[in-house]
């Protein structure tokens, strides 16, 4: 069970991080990652990042490098913005939910005109 102190880190964290993604990592593996959701451990030492993307010509591997190479930075940047005693350490795990959204919507609106046909 999350505590209220946990909950407000973690939407944080997450908003942050999304906006620091987006706007000052030149990392061109990691354009287009979306920062999905955010669990700060219990002792705030770890934040699970789970992350995902749309763009198809990257891989799962190299957005994963490309944001491990960005730690320090990202944790450099968060901790001017953010707070906290402790700054957790970050961890980004890939989140294949989105991507497998859209390739189902993707399916239903081929399949859509041949009905209405």
Avoid: C, W
Avoid at 89 to 101: H, N, R, T, V
């Amino acid at each position: 069970m999350t505590s209220r102190r946990q909950e407000k880190a973690n939407s944080l964290v997450m908003r942050e991080l999304s906006e620091l993604i987006l706007r000052k990592v030149s990392d061109p593996r990691v354009q287009g990652v979306s920062v999905v959701s955010v669990d700060i451990s219990p002792d705030f030492h770890l934040a699970r990042v789970q992350y995902s993307f749309l763009n198809e010509a990257l891989s799962a591997e190299d957005v994963q490098k490309g944001l491990d190479s960005a730690k320090p930075f990202l944790r450099r940047e968060l901790n001017k913005v953010i707070q906290l005693r402790v700054l957790p350490e970050l961890a980004f795990f890939y989140d294949p939910s989105i991507k497998g959204g859209d390739r189902i919507l993707e399916l239903l609106r081929a399949v859509k005109p041949k009905d209405s046909a």
